[in-house]
């Protein structure tokens, strides 16, 4: 697309939601060969859409995030592939790159005007903590669920080293063997010492490993599950919000007609006095 067109893309992201499909529609029309692809564009839920409105309006928080999200990343790799990495520290780093974008998102949320539900904030820490996504920046047209060890797609877990098998040497060369041996033997006890902790070392970091998997895939699966009713939630809240606008609309028109009733029947009121008053006069004439 031209760049005039994306940067037009860019402020139909930045619109409150309930202006947004209006919009869209008017920058279709003008698009000329790239119509359809702009009248494919969605409204983003409110969740997105403020996760868009902290990428517009508060970078450096959002920028934070992604780094935080990257590094991290980047730290479960190489404990995957058998490299050493703190992955405490940069979980830690990546929760409060994520504490503030949270608190920064749900605070744009207010000061514009829309409504920051417990759902909705659910459904941000989410999105929030999905980042980086394949969408573009600044354009979520969705709410996102955080993935667990998926993200690491394509990394090959280190293999275990092969252990040493031990061969006999030759009848012939026993004797000078067990001498060689009987010349060193602390070198073999710290050689044995020295290969036990290393067993013992890669034994606790696969079984840190397998723990981390498993509470990531369970988080994943609560994160989903809290998605899908955050966004039924969410759902439900903008049917009620449609329902309420078209009560209003029929009370204002309710309202008019009443107006207009009473009108009509002062009117009335008003003629029939005037008739009384003249069948009055007409009387007293005769």
């Known amino acids: 697309m031209a760049k005039a ?16 499909t209006a919009a869209r529609n008017a920058l279709a029309k003008a698009a ?5 692809a702009i009248k494919a564009l969605t409204k983003p839920p409110i969740a997105a859409w403020a996760v868009n409105r902290l990428y517009w309006k508060d970078s450096e928080r959002y920028e934070a995030l992604i780094d935080a999200a990257n590094q991290m990343r980047k730290t479960h790799r190489a404990v995957i592939e058998g490299r050493k990495a703190d992955l405490r520290s940069s979980g830690r780093e990546h929760e409060l790159a994520l504490d503030a974008a949270l608190k920064s998102t749900m605070a744009l949320l207010k000061d514009a005007g829309q409504p920051a539900t417990d759902a909705t904030k659910h459904a941000v820490l989410n999105t929030l903590r999905a980042l980086p996504s394949d969408e573009p920046a600044g354009r979520l047209t969705k709410t996102l669920a955080p993935g667990g060890f998926e993200m690491l797609a394509g990394v090959t877990p280190a293999a275990a080293p092969r252990r040493r098998t031990e061969t006999l040497p030759p009848a012939k060369d026993a004797s000078r063997s067990a001498k060689g041996k009987a010349a060193d033997p602390q070198a073999e006890r710290e050689e044995a010492r020295a290969a036990a902790k290393a067993r013992e070392a890669r034994a606790a970091a696969e079984r840190a490993l397998r723990d981390a998997e498993q509470r990531a895939r369970q988080a994943e699966f609560e994160a989903a599950r809290a998605t899908r009713d955050a966004t039924k939630a969410e759902g439900r809240l903008e049917e009620a919000r449609r329902d309420l606008d078209a009560a209003q609309e029929a009370f204002t028109e309710a309202e008019a007609e009443t107006k207009k009733a009473v009108r009509s029947r002062e009117t009335a009121e008003r003629h029939l006095v005037e008739a009384q008053a003249a069948v009055e006069t007409a009387r007293a004439r005769t």
């Not at 067109?5 to 947004?20: G, H, N, R, W, Y």
């Not at 000329?32 to 359809?36: E, F, V």
């Open 5 to 20: 067109l994306e940067a037009e893309i860019d402020k139909l992201f930045q619109l409150p939601p309930a202006d947004f």
């Open 32 to 36: 000329g060969p790239q119509a359809a």
